[in-house]
């Protein structure tokens, strides 16, 4: 069984950055919001093309065509982003290596030139006048983090700390321990690493670096079982499956994708791949015109989906709860209404017998001014029944008076 992607590829990244490059030419920063704990919502502007989202989540990046709703309030990360790339202009969208990075460079100023000049290395003064580098990392829990023109952190989304490397505001920003770069490899070096003594998918995902997807592609095209040693392959069969590395190499240098997502026999995506795959040949697609529309439709719909889930379980939830307060509120009313008739009656009673309950405390009054105790007052009292009310106790220490007709 195939397993579902839910994470982009280096390849994928690769190609990707080519389409971004093109897309956001010249794009100046308008707002950026978080979305959720993770997500980024860049919102560029870009001249007789209007205004553009693009989305940086852990496991994906592309511009949108979706609706990311925005949070009532920024956070204090949005805010930080705001504050130091508002209004400035994206230079510049590459991969570091064939790793699962983007940086983003932006400048205060708009850049002049097409893009095709823009995309030359940075010169001495070039580098003096870089401002910012946006860094998205789409490994592990994924990560965002904004440095100066030295590389320096001025903010990240969530500090990070692995054995070999800490990601913290203050600190120098350092790249993940390097690792082979399949788009560089030759033929002799390629043969070295298929020297170990792993299973052949697993050499070639890991060591070629190529990941397991296009490793398993490969042994298929080569007519190679995957789980026998890499080791054991003769000089022949590594001339064999090199040659076919280097096709599927130029597949993803081809700056023409094919870009598709790949159905299941259900019709439930499964994959987002930028060219044809034989590991797929038996499985419908559905064609796109760009890799970035393709990505867009496969995380950005599943991604609005669960946006659309979480805000309808906020939205029981809160309405379950005004429930709550309602039905309490209501009961709160019920008792409020029937204390209001008692008390109305009561009111009533000492209306209808205002003289006699006078007559009372003026009695009490000459009683309590003759010297007698409560004790006497009480005994007096009890006995008498004055306009057809008798008293039933006195509480001298609660100042209460009980009557009754």
């Not at 209001?340 to 000459?366: A, C, W």
């Amino acid at each position: 069984m195939i397993s579902k992607k839910t994470q982009l590829t280096s390849a994928d990244i690769h190609i990707l950055t080519k389409e971004l490059n093109i897309e956001l030419d010249s794009a100046r920063i308008e707002k950026i919001y978080q979305i959720g704990e993770r997500i980024l919502k860049i919102r560029a502007h870009i001249t007789n093309k209007g205004s553009k989202d693009l989305i940086i989540a852990p496991n994906f990046v592309c511009i949108t065509h979706y609706t990311y709703k925005a949070p009532e309030a920024p956070s204090s990360f949005a805010m930080q982003l705001r504050k130091h790339l508002s209004g400035a202009f994206l230079r510049k969208i590459s991969q570091h290596n064939f790793d699962r990075i983007l940086e983003f460079e932006i400048w205060p100023r708009q850049s002049l030139g097409h893009m095709s000049e823009r995309l030359k290395p940075l010169s001495h003064i070039e580098a003096k006048e870089l401002r910012f580098l946006l860094i998205a990392e789409f490994f592990s829990n994924g990560n965002v983090i904004l440095c100066d023109c030295n590389r320096k952190i001025i903010g990240l989304l969530e500090w990070q700390k692995w054995k070999d490397r800490k990601l913290g505001v203050g600190q120098t920003y350092e790249y993940p321990p390097a690792t082979e770069d399949p788009m560089i490899l030759d033929y002799t070096r390629f043969k070295e690493i298929l020297k170990c003594d792993k299973k052949l998918v697993v050499s070639l995902a890991s060591d070629v670096g190529i990941n397991r997807f296009y490793a398993e592609e490969l042994c298929l095209l080569s007519g190679f079982d995957k789980e026998r040693k890499s080791s054991d392959l003769n000089e022949n069969e590594i001339e064999i499956l090199f040659s076919h590395f280097k096709k599927i190499r130029e597949m993803i240098m081809n700056e023409r994708p094919k870009p598709a997502i790949v159905l299941n026999e259900n019709d439930n995506p499964i994959d987002v791949i930028p060219f044809d795959l034989e590991i797929y040949k038996n499985l419908r697609k559905k064609e796109f015109c760009s890799f970035n529309d393709a990505i867009d439709e496969y995380f950005s719909r599943a991604e609005s989906e669960k946006f659309e889930e979480d805000a309808g379980r906020k939205f029981s939830a809160k309405l379950e709860k005004l429930q709550k307060i309602e039905m309490q509120q209501r009961e709160t009313i019920k008792r409020l209404e029937e204390k209001s008739e008692e008390f109305k009656r009561i009111g009533d009673l000492i209306y209808q017998n205002t003289s006699g309950i006078e007559e009372i405390m003026v009695l009490i009054k000459k009683e309590r001014d003759s010297g007698k105790s409560w004790n006497e007052i009480k005994k007096n009292l009890l006995s008498l029944e004055i306009s057809g009310i008798k008293v039933k106790d006195i509480d001298e220490g609660k100042g209460l008076l009980i009557l009754e007709d």
